[in-house]
């Protein structure tokens, strides 16, 4: 999956291209505040594609919307040279802001499973699409800098772990060109002005599983008449937790989170089912094969033990896969950005265990892919709890209700970050 | 709280009372199924207060509706003797209908948690409603066969345990006569044809409690940087199940029960808090003081096991006392009934753990009660599971999405058992 | 079951029969404390049969040693009229005393599963021994009151539940005349100088389970290879608990106790294997049956949870049913008792949930039983705790390491209530 | 810790030391099963030392027993030259052998938790104590080829912790010149004839705690009289799973067995108390702190959730660093492997969550530590399992019952390894 080893042309001149940025800044703030303000759920993304067609129609971009459902492209032909297309995601969750922004969401929906939400850039989804979107607008604007080509991919439903798919498979590469190398960040609670990249397996593989345990309802004073779901959802989670405990090595890696539990509607009426969410990250097949046998080893023992009257339904939904950096390229992209930003702002986190279906989009056209952090927190505050060692406690994580990014630095960073990554992959001009 | 020695008048004849009724089993049929396909929640009962109001009325009572609410009480004045008041509830709950009956019901809601559920006449009130109104017009009928006052109070609000109070609050007392004893009758999965009744302690006290675990919500893929609310709130309904195993005497009696419980929207995202709803059930205070207690203990606990960055909100909800059958009156109902239906179908279920708001009717008049089991289910059906030993499995318990009694010969019975023991408590007109 | 109607004769004088009681006090508080101090284990009761088998000896019965392995029996013939079988149990518990007394237990054993453990006299059968030995001597000393025959039997391993059908197996009732009545007392957390009766069921059946579950050990540090039985203990022991919260009436009455749990050895090897024992108290087969079913249910699931690599072990111990005092024969002996000690120190104390080999004797005989409960607590003590509700944690129960009766008034009391209720069936001398 | 640059000379001819190698197999194959045979836990080795001193004597060292308890050190001067510190650790486990060897140990024991258990060299400390004796042997028998001084420790109660300290602080290097390096190797699930090593932190670090939680004991019939000590165990077991599960970010690794769990003597007695032995592995402070922190916050809190009379008694035991492998060298040491075995023979087995104690000579000494997995599975059984997938279940891991390394290969390239790591060390003498 390593490109061959080519002879470089010169770079073009990451500081031609980025000047006008100052002065789109404030311009940026306003979209991303925009965006925040309007989160939409996976596939449900109109008003942010439309946003974000508008844009690329404006700054010159051939612009293909639709793709994948609500996903849109940008393609901006400049000249002989390689093909480097970047990708952000549009889509957003339902969480119930808490972060008290003047710009926080007040968005509501009823999920699904019939659960009654807000909806939330709890993830930063909103920051990706604004730092592409200005990355989009100096490139254009730069144009006379470079030479080569760009497309600029904005998915869908990230969060479900299929948008990427949706795009490949509704014909996104018969409508660009097929690009030499797949680009694209992440905001992440590290210090904002940082950035974070690491060679090889980044991102965990993830899987989702839908779990219906059935037993027989009843009223709540009458329990010896049911099969009470709740207790038998009850013990299902807490014996779930035994999988990371006893079952993966240390020298291994895995994460059984049940996100959603839901059962019944009142006090005294004992439901005929109870309903988990659950969600694995992995790294390798050896143990993804053995968490997910054992989800459904304990998930039937537990009907089992509990006298159910039907098995459990246990139905297998997204599947990401690991996300991998190709190793060399990941070195030429640090070099790029530590040129830019000073070796110290370009850290190595490590994998992570967050998923992303970026992947897609680079193994369906069987190039590269580079994928980075980008720190989105206060540095302040950032490194006064990691000294104080409350980092975990005091730093929200993506998919917190207080999860918020500071604009400033972040944006600038994300987009300075995608031009001289971009830019470290295009041409010169001839006689540049 | 028992009644004076009384010296007996004549009793009146049941007989001319109850000659209508084959001719009027239709059309009470029809109403049944007209109530059955159209539940109302609690406090939302509109429709059907409407209907019996209105058939009250055609009947010759004095109407009074809008008490606590949606209550409506009638009033038939027929001379000199005692005052009896005979009391039906009328609201449904939030049960998803599955009994496949030709009139069930397909009403929908969002409870106050944001739970979408069907609504459903899953504790037999449309069977209540029912039987009272086809006893209130066959009194009314035959009234030349007896003298006294009947009051009829249709109620709101039992599943709440509130709408009782409500209506006692709202007036009752100043609108209706104060009557000399309390009679009613709840469905219950025993055979049809058959009558329960119980003297002293007969019903459970019922407590209800609403309890947020409050974790801290993020990623799914990072449990590290959270307060996970889900494995928390699994562990309390586990631990939970260890005050009545463990706490509660073999010869004491409680049923603890996690009827609702409710965390998250998706897979991969840790949320804030979790929701349980928890009713309690017991026969004496020092039991009822024991488990409330090991409750907040528990909880507390749980909390403070898991990290928790805050205290769990225990908030507590209705509260029902024991339903206490006057041993005497309870005595005398018996007599009457098992002259009617002989010995035999009148059984001693002995004390149930359900629960009953009715007492704070005849508690608010400082007068005695009678309450009673009338069955509900298909005898063969029931006989048999009986004979098998399965009728816990089988025969679908109060509040189960499956719970159907059938209205032959359950609506006759519930009928003329009202009837009866009201004649039992008034007089024969003079010369009669 | 119940014994024929009779003619009564003169019942004889108890307070000629009672007049050395007094005096033979001291000696009584002697041997019991030298009881309490030697506690033996079920079958090992030699040194406590010993001395049993002498003072019966020196009192002029005719005994039986050896009977059911260690059991004595003896018989005082004394003329025409009823046999009455008394009947005291001698086995201690391995438990480690903690009660301070001057005379505590410094005994020492290891259990058949390996545990070490002190030997101690936890359910007061010293007590029993003691008081019966007084009544024996009593009795004999005044034979001269009465006429008929007297049988003492002196039991094994009641704890085990099996001594009394070790003796009717070795041979009891061809060494002994077969009684017209079986009569015992069982000393209980009550105010000493109380006695307790309770007619029809009064002692729960119990059964017990030796529970293997079988994982695959390891290193501690790697419970990746293995399958670690320690946690599949855990999670039955939890699970076990759901039996009686959700599986049991409120109305119905069970205990499921695991009083043993054991496995591993060390920290850093997770064992092969892990041993739980399990008892059950019930008062009727349909519960029984449920709870019995539940519990194999549930050690299978829970194994098939864990992916054991073989089916774990039950293996069923003794099993007693539950004792049923006959209802007339009850009140006769509640009459004779409420004479002597006044009405209000013969209470009703309910079905208890404890488990007493006793019936055996008398179902073997085919003749009615009537056992009742000995108080053996400082009434100053007990009643403060009952007044303020903290009976249950400062007054030891049996089997607590702390259960401490007072040998002032019990010892007297139990010495008393034999006599009377013996002398109740037995037959004034003629003449007398 | 890294030692300077060196000017190496000539490295000495390991095929001379070990020409005598062959010949010596079968004798040391019987000291093998012989200490196999014959197991004694930590500080109790003193058959072992008895037999290591008489060899070292025989084979030329100057001999120092009785070191920290039971440890032996020899020494070997043999001229000018580096001096290289070889370990051997010495003390068996509580674990009853399940090997069905010929020469299985059949030796009991009583733990000082009153548990009786076999006695069992389950972690393979009889090849560690022949192979050293093997390398003593034939390189005091081949000292002509090479110059330098040799320190040889056969070290008591590694299992503990405890035992290098001890021989450290009872002044092991006032007694034995202090080393230049600390060589050692530990026999592991891996196939016999292989060799792994790992720089850097190569075993995790471990602590011990003994967790006493305090119920109050009583009747297994009267659970609501006490508060149960079995099933606050068994939540606490399954609440630890939650730190790993929860707690511990997937990026990082831990480690937490309850090795150990005990409560109770029989069925239906509620004990007093429950006694857990937990393990705990990390591989950093930060980790380790909140893992210790955590169980310090669950065990408490589940006291406090069943109203736990006293709070838990927890009592920090063992506390062994993690083991860092110098990484210099190491390089260093896989070299002279590589050269010797081929280098596909010598694999990185990662980070093992085993700990060790050996680094505490070499820390004590100032001197870099080189230590080693020996592998000691048949390679036909271990290759087609890790072909199967299977290693888990059919390799039994270190502290397993059926532990069972294979003598061939496994001691001659135990022997083999130390004596070349040994050699790559020393100096050839001159002239040679």
Partial sequence: MTTPPV??????????????????????????????????????????????????????????????????????????????????????????????????????????????????????????????????????????AWSGTLVVVFQPAEELGTGAQAMVDDGLYDLVPRPDIVLGQHV?????????????????????????LVGRGGHGSRPEATVDPVVMAASTVLKLQTIVSREVAAGDAAVVTVGRLQAGTKDNIIPDEASLGVNVRSFGEAVRSRVLGAIERI??????????????????????????????????????????????????????????????????????????????????AFFAAEQAGTTDRDIPSNHSPRFAPVPHPTLETGVTALVVATLDRLEAPDGA
């Fill in 299 to 380: 998930v039937h023992a537990e009907a089992a033990a509990a006298g159910a009257p039907e098995p459990p339904r246990i139905t297998p939904g997204e599947s990401f896969p690991p996300l991998v950096n190709d190793p060399a390229e990941t070195e030429r992209t640090r070099a790029a950005l530590a040129a830019r930003f000073g070796a110290e702002r370009v850290i190595d986190p490590g994998a992570v265990s967050g998923s992303e279906d970026v992947s897609v989009l680079a193994t369906a056209a069987g190039v590269p892919l580079v994928y980075w952090l980008l720190g989105g927190w206060d540095p302040a």
């Fill in 188 to 212: 992440a609670p590290v210090a904002a002005g940082l950035l974070g990249l690491h060679a090889g397996p980044a991102f965990a593989g993830a899987d989702v599983l839908d779990i219906r």
């Fill in 7 to 144: 002879v470089r042309g010169t770079v073009p001149d990451a500081d031609v291209v980025l000047a006008p940025l100052p002065d789109l800044l404030p311009g940026l703030r306003e979209t991303y505040e925009d965006l925040h303000r309007h989160p939409e759920l996976s596939y449900q993304e109109t008003r942010t594609a439309a946003l974000v067609a508008e844009r690329l129609a404006a700054a010159g971009y051939v612009v293909h919307s639709g793709v994948g459902g609500t996903g849109v492209a940008g393609v901006l032909g400049n000249g002989v040279g390689p093909c480097v297309l970047l990708r952000a995601d549009m889509d957003a969750l339902p969480v119930t802001e808490d972060t008290g922004l003047p710009y926080a969401s007040t968005v509501r929906t009823t999920t699904a499973d019939g659960i009654e939400s807000g909806v939330m850039h709890a993830c930063g989804h909103d920051v990706h699409v604004t730092a592409l979107l200005g990355a989009a607008d100096v490139l254009a604007r730069g144009r006379s």
